[in-house]
């Protein structure tokens, strides 16, 4: 049985790898045609990022990744996936990558609705406990979800079939996971009056309302929960506090509008809810490791002399 299961693993891994090789010509991001589902290439290693990730699931095909959650360092590779049952702050970088032997990897946004509608009807697992822990891990991936991935992969060069079967291939995916080891914590993030969700409704206020002042009381009583209480269990969760949180929203969308939409520091710093782009600046450093200005010109490309030039 053991060696079937190992066997049908590989056999999925090969497949899939053959198709992302196939599909993934350079290193980048490459949306598909499946709403939610992109491929990924890398050809290097990086260093450690902070960043966001929502509601996901990624599959390593080939490589190695490490993963940050609050403060355990995980690796995941070719055996492991990462899932994320909400918005949630971590550190990441590709471990193992090179042009010969590329890194690989697909990524799937979660639907919210579909795993709340399937928790309805599939019974709770015994098997894995039930408590109330953070909000994304680092678990096995079995061949049967391996599997449930190549077929949509495959589905997206199928026009015709794709707008159907992709759904029900989609909703599989979403049933592996709340069977899953994790399968409680979705479950739980995403049943109304647990206090998961409670946490859950905490962060969509938060991510919608992140250039706002926070009253974390406010906020607690908003979700009918003490503030000790709530404070807790968001902490459990996203393994930091109700402010840190908000104050990482702020920073990685002032990063994004000084990427995307040209923002100068300033803007980008009031634009995000502060009031003191000094206070900005400082902890934006410390959160990302140089300043404003550097860390964009660098992810821009931007030479040391040109940076000169920029900021003179």
């Excluded at 990744?65 to 403060?71: H, T, Y």
């Excluded at 926070?214 to 807790?232: D, G, I, Q, Y």
């Excluded at 109700?242 to 009031?270: C, H, I, N, W």
């Amino acid at each position: 049985m053991a060696e079937n299961y190992r066997v049908d693993f590989e056999k999925s891994r090969a497949a899939l790898k053959e198709v992302l090789l196939q599909r993934l010509p350079e290193t980048g991001d490459y949306p598909t045609s499946v709403n939610g589902l992109v491929l990924h290439r890398y050809d290097s290693g990086d260093a450690p990022k902070p960043r966001f990730y929502d509601p996901v699931i990624i599959v390593v095909v080939q490589g190695k990744k490490r993963v940050r959650i609050g403060a355990e360092d995980i690796p995941y590779g070719e055996h492991s996936c990462f899932v994320a049952g909400v918005n949630m702050p971590v550190s990441s970088c590709v471990l193992e990558a090179s042009e010969d032997v590329p890194y690989l990897s697909m990524s799937l946004n979660l639907d919210k609705g579909i795993i709340a509608n399937l928790a309805a009807k599939v019974p709770p697992s015994t098997e894995y406990g039930a408590h109330l822990s953070t909000g994304a891990t680092v678990q096995e991936v079995g061949p049967e979800l391996l599997d449930a991935f190549l077929r949509l992969l495959e589905l997206a060069d199928k026009s015709e079939q794709a707008p159907i079967l992709s759904d029900l291939v989609y909703q599989e995916i979403h049933y592996r996971l709340l069977t899953s080891p994790f399968g409680n914590q979705l479950r739980t993030l995403n049943t109304l009056g647990s206090q998961g969700n409670q946490i859950a409704q905490a962060i969509t206020w938060l991510q919608e309302n992140y250039d706002k002042p926070l009253h974390v009381e406010e906020l607690a009583a908003r979700l009918n929960m003490a503030p000790s209480t709530f404070h807790k269990h968001f902490k459990e969760i996203t393994t930091i506090s109700p402010l840190q949180f908000q104050k990482r929203l702020r920073l990685t969308e002032a990063q994004r509008l000084m990427l995307s939409a040209d923002y100068d520091v300033t803007q980008a710093a009031f634009a995000v809810g502060y009031e003191s782009s000094t206070q900005f600046n400082r902890e934006y450093k410390r959160l990302f490791g140089e300043s404003p200005r550097k860390d964009v010109m660098k992810m821009k490309g931007i030479t040391g002399d040109q940076q000169s030039v920029a900021m003179a």
